[in-house]
């Protein structure tokens, strides 16, 4: 059985008791950064191996994960931070788990995009996630454009390095997109910037965004 863990973004009492009952059943977990992992591990008290599994070795270490499920071990799957398999390692092992009909349970939690959607102000009814935009800026012109078009609000990953480049393209297309910046949730310096396009990407080319970042851009209206 593979358990999918959702595991804090930030916060580590944002952990469910079930997640911690998860973890301690699993024979063994997955997890991109075993460091990382450990911190938590260790602030709950729980002694189970570590093994890696990122988006560089997954593919050679999926056989071998998949033999030790057969033989009806407990395998949990995290990621270093939020719901595994969404912008992150695991959408390849599950799938292959579902060919091989084997258990998946996925065990819920954080979610930086449900978490930064939940608080922005921008409409919740219908949504989409675009995940992490392209770096390239022919591809990212391409990706804004069709989100631009798009009836609710689009919720995207962007590293903070980018961030204004990305900000900038966006206000090129429609200067007065409403968007939210969202950083650092759940975490000490978490913070929310709301305003157009143009004027968050005026506001962070003064102000050097920091940490991890979820932008929202407004539907069309």
């Given amino acids: 059985m593979l358990f999918l863990i959702a595991t804090p973004?930030?916060?580590l009492k944002d952990i469910t008791f079930r997640a911690l009952e998860a973890l301690q059943a699993c024979?063994?977990?997955l997890c991109e950064d075993t460091r990382r992992t450990r911190i938590l591990l260790d602030h709950y008290s729980i002694k189970i191996p570590l093994k890696s599994f990122h988006l560089f070795n997954e593919a050679a270490k999926e056989k071998q994960v998949i033999q030790d499920l057969k033989t009806g071990m407990q395998i949990g799957l995290v990621s270093d931070a939020?719901?595994?398999g969404i912008s992150d390692p695991g959408e390849r092992l599950v799938a292959r788990c579902r060919q091989e009909e084997i258990s998946v349970v996925p065990i819920p939690g954080p979610c930086a995009a449900i978490a930064?959607?939940?608080a922005a102000g921008l409409g919740t009814?219908?949504?989409q996630f675009f995940g992490f935009l392209p770096r390239k800026k022919g591809k990212l012109t391409k990706v804004l454009e069709e989100i631009l078009t798009y009836e609710g609000t689009t919720v995207c990953y962007e590293s903070p390095f980018r961030l204004v480049q990305t900000l900038k393209t966006l206000a090129t297309l429609d200067p007065e997109r409403k968007c939210s910046v969202a950083r650092e949730l759940t975490k000490k310096f978490e913070t929310f910037a709301h305003g157009s396009s143009r004027n968050l990407a005026e506001h962070?080319?003064?102000e050097t965004p920091k940490g991890e970042i979820v932008l929202l851009i407004s539907g069309i209206e």
Avoid: C, M, Q
């Fill in 9 to 11: 973004i930030g916060n």
């Fill in 27 to 29: 024979d063994y977990v």
């Fill in 82 to 84: 939020g719901t595994p």
């Fill in 116 to 118: 930064a959607l939940s």
């Fill in 125 to 127: 009814a219908r949504f």
């Fill in 204 to 206: 962070f080319s003064k």
